[in-house]
């Protein structure tokens, strides 16, 4: 009975110390599994990706919506002003981290604004230029001024993710430099103050006078993709100092750009 009970006994206080050493065991390994999980995953090295298959914004659109900001209360515009841009551009992104790039390029850049029963008298021969309403008598149905520039636009530009543009979200921030081309007023329909038809004519008058021949406004944009939203606010005068009402033009739009 005594070596019964003394064998019993070596049993377990074999047991309980294999026991013991298990637990040890566990609780050792334990945090040494959940230190490996937290070891973080290595950052992305920028300067390695590739991006020869890449589309880079070589070909830009923009069109959408033209008005004035400042404008008297004198003068009266009318409908949706409009515009179209079109530019070629060169992307070149920053070899540290790709997802900046600097983009230049030189396209066309255009502004259609509407009066309601005005006359710009582009052409005429005052130190000022003449917004004439003609409200209280013969005027065109449909008046517009029309600006037409050469511009270089210049972008400071963010990919999320520059391997794949046509799968990132793409913000830009830049500025353009235009000289004016074209400046014409375009009149339709020649109406009298009841606004009965008198002669269905167009008239079309040219004249760069009274304009500034030099552009400069900033750009911001933001794409999805090829697809995005712009606007663009001309920060000097559309009209010379002291030559008329010092109106700045303004443009919100669409922007489609890829290749």
């Known amino acids: 009975m005594r070596k ?9 206080l074999t047991l309980a110390a294999q026991a013991q050493t298990d637990s040890s065991a566990a609780s050792v390994t334990e945090p040494a599994s959940k230190a490996s999980e937290k070891v973080a995953k290595p950052k992305k090295d920028w300067s390695k990706v590739k991006l020869a298959n890449r589309a880079n914004d070589h070909f830009m659109i923009q069109m959408g919506y033209d008005t004035w900001s400042q404008v008297p209360d004198s003068i009266r515009l009318k409908g949706i002003g409009r515009h179209l841009n079109i530019y070629l ?3 070149f992104p920053f070899k540290v981290d790709p997802r900046f790039s600097v983009g230049i390029g030189v396209g066309i850049g255009s502004s259609n604004v509407f009066f309601d029963k005005h006359k710009v008298d582009i052409a005429g021969t005052s130190q000022t230029l003449a917004f004439q309403n003609l409200a209280d008598t013969n005027h065109f149905k449909k008046y517009k001024l029309v600006n037409v520039w050469a511009e270089v636009p210049v ?18 921030l830049g500025a353009k430099v235009g000289t004016m081309l074209n400046a014409h007023t375009k009149g339709k329909n020649w109406q009298n103050k009841s ?15 009274y304009f500034n021949s030099l552009r400069l406004a900033a750009t911001a944009r933001i794409s999805y993709g090829p697809f995005g939203i712009y606007g663009a606010y001309q920060i000097n005068t559309l009209i010379k100092d002291n030559q008329g009402p010092p109106v700045h033009p303004v443009s919100v739009g669409l922007t489609i750009s890829g290749l």
Request: aromatic share 8%; net charge positive.
């Open 89 to 91: 551009m060169m992307d």
């Open 4 to 12: 019964l009970t003394a064998i019993l006994s070596a049993i377990l």
């Open 155 to 172: 972008e400071l530009r963010f990919a999320a993710n520059p391997e794949n543009t046509n799968k990132s979200w793409k913000f830009a």
């Open 195 to 209: 606004g009965n038809t008198l002669n269905n004519y167009v008239e079309k008058i040219n004249s760069k006078r």
